[in-house]
C-alpha cells in the first residue's frame, strides 16, 4: 500500500522557517518524481515545487522561488520542504505528492502551515 | 505562463442526474510527444486530493466507471453520468509539464 506521511506544520511568525518532512512507503521511492502542493482557503489548490529521482532537478511555483527549496533523500524514504521568509499567503494545508507521466497520482494527508503573528 | 479555466465554480446537482464540468487552457496542452497531459482530481470534504482520470480520459484503477473525462487541445470535460452522494466535493483539472498548473475548482454540491 502507497503510504505519504507529512510532518513538520505548525504555526510560525512571518518572516520565519519551517522544514516540512515527508515520509515514504509502498513504492520505489528512488525512481519516481515528487512534489508539494498545498491548499489555500481562498485559491484552492497550488502546485509549489518538484524534484526528479535523485534530486539534480528542481522546478518551484514563482512565488515560492527564492523563499522554498525542495529535497529529498532516497536513502531514508524521504522528501523535504524547507520554507524561509514565510508570507500569511503561505498559510495552507501541504500535501507531500507522487508525480506520475505528469500527474499527481498519490496524495499525504497534508500538514498545516499556519503563518500568523 | 498556462491559464486553467474550469466552468461552473459551484455545480448544484440532484442525485442520480448526470452532471459537466469545463476546463479551458490558455492555450494548446498538447505536449512534443505527443500526449496531452491533462488530469482530473476530486477533493472530498476533509480528504486529501484524488487522481481521477490522467491523460484526458485515461480512469484510474477503482475509479468509479461513471466518471469520464474527454477534449481536446484547449478544451476539455469531466462528466458523472449519475451522481452519488459521495461525489460531493471541490473537482480540480491539472496540467502537468515541468511545473503543474491546476483550474481554480469546481465545487459540487447535493
Known amino acids: 500500500e502507497v503510504q505519504l506521511v507529512e510532518s513538520g506544520g505548525d504555526l510560525v511568525q512571518p518572516g520565519g522557517s519551517l522544514r516540512l518532512s515527508c515520509g515514504v512507503s509502498?513504492?520505489?521511492?528512488?525512481?519516481?518524481?515528487m512534489s508539494w502542493a498545498r491548499r489555500t482557503p481562498g485559491k484552492g489548490l497550488e502546485w509549489v515545487a518538484k524534484?526528479?529521482?535523485?534530486?539534480?532537478?528542481?522546478y518551484y511555483v514563482d512565488s515560492v522561488e527564492g523563499r522554498f527549496t525542495i529535497s529529498r533523500d532516497n536513502a531514508k524514504d524521504s522528501l523535504y520542504l524547507q520554507m524561509n521568509s514565510l508570507r500569511a499567503e503561505d498559510t495552507a494545508m501541504y500535501y507531500c505528492?507522487?508525480?506520475?507521466?505528469?500527474?499527481?497520482?498519490?496524495w499525504g494527508q497534508g500538514t498545516l502551515v499556519t503563518v500568523s503573528s | 505562463d498556462i491559464v486553467m479555466t474550469q466552468t461552473p465554480r459551484s455545480l448544484p446537482v440532484t442525485l442520480g442526474q448526470p452532471a459537466s464540468i469545463s476546463c479551458r487552457s490558455s492555450?494548446?496542452?498538447?505536449?512534443?510527444?505527443?500526449?496531452?497531459?491533462l488530469s482530473w482530481l476530486q477533493q472530498r470534504p476533509g480528504q486529501p486530493p484524488r487522481l481521477l482520470v490522467s491523460?484526458?480520459?485515461n480512469r484510474l484503477s477503482g475509479v468509479p466507471d461513471r466518471f469520464s473525462g474527454s477534449g481536446a487541445g484547449t478544451d476539455f470535460t469531466l462528466k458523472i453520468s449519475r451522481v452519488e452522494a459521495e461525489d460531493v466535493g471541490i473537482y480540480y483539472c491539472?496540467?502537468?509539464?515541468?511545473?503543474?498548473?491546476f483550474g481554480q475548482g469546481t465545487k459540487l454540491e447535493i
Open positions: 505528492v507522487r508525480d506520475h507521466e505528469y500527474a499527481l497520482d498519490y
Open positions: 509502498g513504492f520505489p521511492f528512488s525512481r519516481h518524481w
Open positions: 524534484i526528479n529521482e535523485d534530486g539534480a532537478e528542481k
Open positions: 492555450r494548446s496542452l498538447v505536449h512534443t510527444d505527443g500526449n496531452t497531459y
Open positions: 491523460k484526458i480520459s
Open positions: 491539472l496540467h502537468g509539464s515541468h511545473s503543474y498548473t
